[in-house]
RNA sequence: GCGCUUGUAGCUCAGACGGAUAGAGCAUCGGCCUUCUAAGCCGAGGGUCGCAGGUUCGAAUCCUGCCAAGCGUGCCA
């Protein structure tokens, strides 16, 4: 319809230029709107606006001229020029009610878009540190990852959803030496552990069933491990030298073979959660991609080298650094430490340029939006390797804050007291999980009150939008009671009866669909098909309450279930890209 | 200090490449179940769009300054 328009205003703009009214340099972006007000039509374009000041005319009297010049076709019955310039355009209604035999004919496809194109694009997402199961604030990365992925899928992408592994670095040390510990505690030591360590309940069960495998054959005496350790926060010291020494320590007594099985005991127990969480939750990676890989193939040696032949690499105090701040950066990072190990940003240069040599027409990085002053250093690394950082979008998704009635929830997985993703999935049900998480705009700071996403209340917008679907079809289980059969063929013929006003309204809000999930896929915005589900609902309801469906004009009675089919399609299609259930009964 | 993000109804939030009278949910108040599920519907109240300037036919939206909140500002990841 859109197009049509646009169409139609593209041709009485070439035959103005032809008259010379509007000089031919002119090309202006023709934007039709939807109108929010019936009185203003159906569809609205502000071009004779837009057009005025460089076209120098007024715009009204501009506007009739491009009325003048529309080609006359039956769709459009009428147009109206209103207000300072705006050129309205009332549309067939006849032509409203087709919108439920596309949907209808188009079932559980109907909807999904071409703007993408077959696009290869890759969608990074959670891509949490395997030091700990993932808790709430990854959750919302979670949700709404898979749902932008799901989204562009549906709009003709060929998606790719990847989680990068960061199991190589210190924090992992920090967590192999916590679970040794512990290890040591279940073969009888006694052990103080180190305030820096991890501190969750996970932690022992990694060592108890490391202890289970091992035995004591990983055991070595408590005062040969902290011999010279430098003291812990607690006691005066240093709690980052505490941890280093404790980690060089552990290294140092297990030998590199032990420490690897140490190492491997954690991180595939925790991975092993983490993926059977996401499972649950609905959500698949077609990669998993390990940060240690890119050590191992030197892959950072080769992205490194890349940045040194294009002349990026310097060294200074004995480290390697990288002049990002020719590139946009605030300051030049460094790669290569002076004693000699990577950073984690060299791995992802190493991890971006993996990337980009996987041939992707675009790349998309979800973060928590603690890491937003990291997209500068990215993006210039992509462009010192040759690429085009344009191809890369990076989208921040703000941590949930939570709430458990007044009082602010502290979380922090070192400490152990967090909430889980599981544990919210337990109290909340996956569907409450995810459709609160997309509901609001991911940059969006959210307040999250466990109490009232736990209490089980009518509040929650997810059931008002379920309950529309299950309401549709218990329709059609009365139909059946009574004894009556449905005829879509006469409900078609009959659509042209469908002229209440919640109605007409139902017909415009269906045939917004397709256009809608378009715009939240290319946007990368869940929250607005979220919005949109929940418009449908309410108009729905309203229709509900206003009329019966099972009249006893046959023609009028299958029209209005043709419609309401129509609405549980819809309904079912746009739950069903979310991942939430879309219930028969509740 | 500097940078990024945010500031819209009592609360939680939509609306932002400038567009017509700024919306929704929750909460509050008043109605609607002998009739397809009341997890619903109908109606009412509720706003200096953080503040102050500027740009123009028109600003919640763009520009400048200020105020407030969060985050960042590591040879951590």
């Given at each position: 319809m859109k197009q049509t328009l646009e169409f139609l205003l593209q041709s009485a703009l070439e035959t103005l230029k032809k008259q010379g009214v509007i000089d031919p340099g002119i090309q202006p972006a023709i934007h039709i709107e939807r109108t929010r007000d019936a009185s203003h039509g159906d569809f609205a374009t502000n071009l004779a606006l837009s057009l005025a000041k460089p076209a120098k005319q007024n715009p009204r009297q501009l506007a009739e001229r491009i009325v003048a010049c529309l080609p006359v076709i039956p769709l459009v019955t009428r147009v109206e020029i209103a207000g300072p310039g705006f050129i309205n355009f009332f549309i067939d209604p006849a032509s409203q009610f087709e919108i439920v035999r596309h949907i209808l004919d188009g079932g559980a496809s109907f909807g999904l878009g071409t703007a993408g194109a077959g696009k290869r694009i890759l969608v990074e997402f959670v891509s949490a540190n395997p030091t700990g199961p993932l808790h709430v604030g990854h959750g919302r990365g979670a949700a709404y990852g898979s749902a932008v992925a799901d989204l562009l899928e549906a709009v003709g992408f060929e998606v790719e959803r990847e989680y990068y592994v960061n199991d190589a670095g210190r924090q992992m040390d920090i967590l192999t030496t916590s679970i040794w510990l512990r290890y040591l505690e279940i073969c009888g030591e006694v052990v103080p552990f180190p305030s820096n360590g991890y501190r969750g309940e996970y932690v022992r069960d990694i060592a108890s069933n490391l202890h289970k495998i091992v035995g004591n054959d990983l055991r070595h005496p408590v005062e040969l491990v902290l011999e010279d350790i430098p003291a812990d926060e607690h006691h005066g010291g240093d709690k980052e030298k505490h941890i280093d020494a404790l980690i060089d320590r552990a290294k140092t007594l297990l030998g590199s073979e032990q420490y690897e099985l140490v190492f491997t005991a954690g991180v595939d127990e925790i991975l092993t959660d983490i993926r059977d969480d996401l499972h649950e939750f609905g959500i698949s990676y077609q990669h998993w991609f390990s940060e240690r890989s890119l050590m191992d193939d030197s892959s950072i040696q080769q992205a490194l080298q890349h940045l040194d032949q294009a002349g990026y690499l310097y060294q200074d105090g004995g480290a390697t650094w990288f002049a990002s701040s020719r590139l946009g950066d605030e300051k030049d990072r460094v790669v290569v430490r002076d004693n000699g190990q990577s950073t984690y940003f060299a791995s992802d240069i190493a991890y971006h340029m993996n990337k980009l040599d996987r041939g992707f027409d675009r790349i998309i990085d979800i973060w928590g939006a603690d890491h937003h002053g990291y997209i500068p250093r990215v993006k210039a690394a992509i462009q010192a390797l040759g690429a085009d950082d344009a191809k890369l979008d990076v989208l921040l998704v703000q941590f949930a804050v939570l709430y458990r009635g007044d009082e602010k929830v502290q979380m922090s997985t070192r400490s152990g007291e967090f909430v889980t993703l599981r544990q919210l999935r337990n109290e909340v049900g996956k569907d409450a999980c995810r459709f609160f998480y997309v509901m609001?705009?991911?940059?969006q700071h959210m307040d999250f009150d466990l109490k009232l996403a736990t209490a089980k209340t009518n509040e929650n917008p997810v059931y008002y939008v379920q309950y529309a679907h299950a309401r549709i079809c218990s329709v059609f289980r009365q139909l059946d009671e009574k004894g009556r059969t449905r005829n879509i063929h006469l409900g078609m013929e009959g659509l042209a009866l469908l002229t209440e006003d919640h109605e007409s309204a139902l017909l415009v809000t269906l045939s917004k669909y397709p256009e809608v999930l378009e715009k939240a896929a290319m946007q990368y915005e869940p929250h607005q098909l979220i919005s949109y589900l929940r418009e449908l609902a309410y108009q729905f309801h309203s229709y509900y309450n206003a009329h019966?469906?099972?009249?006893?004009?046959d023609t009028l009675c299958n029209a209005r279930l043709n419609l309401i089919a129509a609405v549980r399609q819809v309904l079912a299609n746009a739950l069903q890209l979310l991942n939430i259930h879309h219930p028969e009964a509740m």
């Open positions: 609001r705009k991911s940059e019966p469906f099972l009249v006893d004009d």
